[in-house]
T-cell receptor
């Protein structure tokens, strides 16, 4: 079975400081992993994906995530937060190999202070 | 710019009425999902299809919900009869291995 745990429901940072959103997963297979972002009253936008290629994945808007199999983690980072990064972020796991049921974490609300 | 299109964006209806939500997947995508988002439950999978065939609808209350893909360009989610607890944002997503793209959602309010 697949599951995702986002370790923080809320993260607050100051503009210009680093962002770390933590995600641990459980999967019986070699998973595909994703981060999605949702701005208020909007749909979900794909930030980045890991699909068994390079373990360090670069996404849009300066975000990165590193797949660590030994730690079953897929944390999302950004070196310098911008006000426009304030949103809810979802870590998502799929069984891998073929797009199938997506398992969502509960989300992390990122607040960016000026 | 290809995108998943959902209609309507907002729907307010009275309890007991039928609600139909529509989704136009991105052309060429073979997998379509329906998710429901609420504050309490987060994002829940209702159903998903591959090549128009339902693969998993275990998350859907069968007595009132139904999901179909009449053709490759249209997916529908129906609720009959609707209840206040169905109030949520319903998202459709389409994908082609390995990633999925979400629509803007239908915000349903049942009064």
């Amino acid at each position: 079975a697949q599951s995702v745990t986002q370790l923080d429901s809320h993260v607050s940072v100051s503009e210009g400081t680093p962002v770390l959103l933590r995600c641990n997963y459980s999967s019986s297979y070699s998973p595909s992993l994703f981060w999605y972002v949702q701005h208020p009253n909007k749909g979900l936008q794909l930030l980045l994906k890991y699909t068994s290629a390079a373990t360090l994945v670069k996404g849009i808007n300066g975000f990165e995530a590193e797949f660590k199999k030994s730690e079953t983690s897929f944390h999302l980072t950004k070196p310098s937060a911008h006000m426009s990064d304030a949103a809810e972020y979802f870590c998502v796991v799929d069984r891998g190999s073929t797009l199938g049921r997506l398992y969502f974490g509960r989300g992390t609300q990122l607040t960016v202070w000026p | 710019d290809a995108r998943v299109t959902q209609t309507p964006r907002h729907k307010v209806t009275e309890m007991g009425q039928e609600v139909t939500m529509r989704c136009q997947p991105i052309l060429g995508h073979n997998t379509v999902f329906w998710y429901r988002q609420t504050m309490m439950q987060g994002l829940e999978l209702l159903a998903y299809f591959r090549n128009r065939a339902p693969l998993d609808d275990s998350g859907m209350p069968k007595d009132r919900f139904s999901a179909e893909m009449p053709d490759a360009t249209l997916a529908t989610l129906k609720i009959q009869p609707s209840e206040p607890r169905d109030s949520a944002v319903y998202f459709c997503a389409s994908g082609l291995n390995p990633e999925a793209f979400f629509g803007q959602g239908t915000r349903l309010t049942v009064v």
